[in-house]
């Protein structure tokens, strides 16, 4: 097991949103005053800039316990996160991550398991789990070939004779060195100009689906970010690293997300609000799926309600 304390400050914040796109007025230094009944009573750090911190962590981690190489000989494709958001993060505060030791099973395929926690000396943060497997843990169906040629629609729109909206991005350089330099890891470790070399890290390009998930939200209901914000409550990931690899600078990138119906069997644990799920994609040019996510969130309102109600 390994612990190590860490902090953000109110710039690694800034980096990361603005290299994201990310315009969620949760993050704004001054915007999130104007969240109605914001019980956070400041700015937070973003989900997917605490899944870097995490992916940078177990990069370290695997490299220190020689497990790459039984990732490399095990052709283990995927990389996986499941991260269950427990509480907000704001800046300055100190908190630590922990590493439990890597459980390796092999029935019915070889995967690499290690429980992760994130907590401040007062609350936990998040829990959850990084697998490497053979195989994508999260939405291994989707079907790419049913789609029409997405080069020819318009970027924010729906996709046709399916339920995705699309949002199209582009990768570029500068903004993966500055988001990770934002989630307090070593951009250097990833990219070396003089020596050509440049390793994509498997968080960035699944963290542009905040703002398509954002521009979604706007477009398609009008939704009042002031009132009403929405917050995280999970994260299930699967990124292929066969195709990180081929992943270069000015490529682009097609996100789909597909808003599932609300069931009431599909709640907030141990409370009766309903999650908003959705179901994320990453796609390349030549359509190979590179990130698939299954996110989970809730309106804040929700949860406030939520603590009123016991408050009575």
């Not at 890290?201 to 477009?219: H, M, R, V």
């Not at 999970?234 to 996100?255: M, P, V």
Request: a neutral charge; aromatic letters at 10%.
């Amino acid at each position: 097991m390994t612990t190590q304390v860490f902090s953000f400050d109110q710039i690694h914040i800034e980096v990361a949103r603005h290299a994201s796109d990310d315009f969620n007025l949760f993050h704004d230094k001054h915007k999130w005053l104007q969240i109605t009944h914001n019980p956070f009573k400041g700015p937070i750090v973003l989900g997917f800039q605490l899944n870097t911190l995490i992916e940078y962590q177990m990069r370290l981690y695997r490299e220190a316990h020689h497990e790459i190489q039984i990732i490399n000989e095990n052709q283990l494709q995927f990389s996986n996160y499941q991260i269950i958001f427990i509480n907000a993060l704001r800046p300055r505060q100190e908190f630590s991550l922990e590493i439990k030791k890597t459980l390796i099973t092999t029935i019915p395929d070889l995967i690499l398991t290690n429980r992760v926690t994130l907590k401040t000396p007062e609350k936990t943060v998040l829990l959850g789990y990084k697998k490497e497997t053979k195989h994508p843990l999260f939405l291994p169906d989707i079907d790419v070939d049913a789609l029409p040629d997405l080069d020819t629609l318009p970027d924010k729109s729906q996709v046709p004779g399916s339920e995705f909206f699309l949002k199209r991005k582009w990768i570029h350089n500068g903004n993966v060195k500055n988001f990770l330099s934002g989630s307090l890891a070593e951009q250097s470790d990833y990219f070396d100009e003089l020596a050509d070399y440049a390793r994509y890290p498997e968080i960035f390009p699944c963290s542009l689906t905040s703002g398509a998930l954002l521009e979604k939200a706007q477009i398609e209901e009008n939704w009042d970010f002031k009132r009403n914000p929405m917050v995280y409550t999970s994260h299930d990931i699967s990124i292929d690293r066969f195709l990180l690899r081929k992943l270069k600078n000015n490529d682009i990138l097609h996100i789909l997300v597909k808003q599932l119906p609300e069931h009431p069997n599909n709640t907030l644990n141990h409370t009766d609000i309903q999650l908003r799920t959705y179901e994320c994609y990453g796609l390349m040019a030549d359509r190979g799926v590179l990130f698939r996510i299954k996110l989970n969130l809730v309106p804040l309102q929700e949860i406030l309600k939520n603590l009123s109600s016991k408050l009575i």
